[in-house]
């Protein structure tokens, strides 16, 4: 089995990019309420703070920051996928290898992750995750997409409820927003 390097920071801040295996699936959002329970059950079990997050049809962006002393995000990811992929019914192709290994084949098996480092990455990052709805061409602004922290940070006064609404923030620019030209 290959061996990924992974960042160890016992209570660092993380980027994460977590996808479905068929990305043109809608079952995150056709399925929100057993997602948030998998969460929930988790984080009961193995705490972590949930800084930003956006919920897309196929694909999940997260900031988490763990607790101290703790860097274990692996283990959190896996449980909250295997939590949520037990409630599916069982409908979606699996390669040999996956049947093999008594995998399911609703996650694709890896995922990105990135340790913020300042405040500056953090800044970015979490501009990303909440103009990522609008990059996809869900919706034409980003205050429109009900799953994502945006409101939790227009609740607390960190956005303005019209962020992203900008004419320089339009779908053009938004579809690279964060990413390097």
């Known amino acids: 089995m290959t061996q990924y390097r992974r960042d160890s920071t016992a209570g660092g801040t993380w980027f994460f ?23 929930g059950s988790v984080r009961t079990r193995h705490p972590f703070d949930v800084n930003a997050i956006v919920i897309l049809p196929d694909h999940i962006h997260a900031i988490w920051t763990l607790p101290e002393g703790d860097a274990d995000f692996a283990l959190r990811w896996r ?8 409630a599916q019914p069982a409908f979606e192709r699996r390669s040999e290898s996956r049947k093999a290994r008594h995998e399911r084949g609703i996650w694709q098996r890896r995922y990105w992750e990135h340790r913020i480092r300042d405040e500056r990455d953090m800044s970015a990052h979490v ?11 869900h919706v034409s602004r980003v205050r429109d997409w009900p799953w994502s922290s945006f409101h939790r940070y227009v609740r607390a006064g960190l956005l303005p409820g019209d962020w992203g609404d900008a004419p320089d923030l339009g779908s053009d620019s938004a579809r690279s927003f964060g990413e390097r030209e």
């Open 17 to 39: 990019t977590v996808n479905l295996a068929e990305r043109r699936s809608a079952l995150l959002v056709d399925e929100i309420d057993t997602l948030r329970a998998a969460f």
């Open 79 to 86: 449980l909250i996928k295997t939590t949520f992929s037990r």
């Open 127 to 137: 501009d990303y995750i909440h103009i990522n709805p609008l990059k996809h061409d």
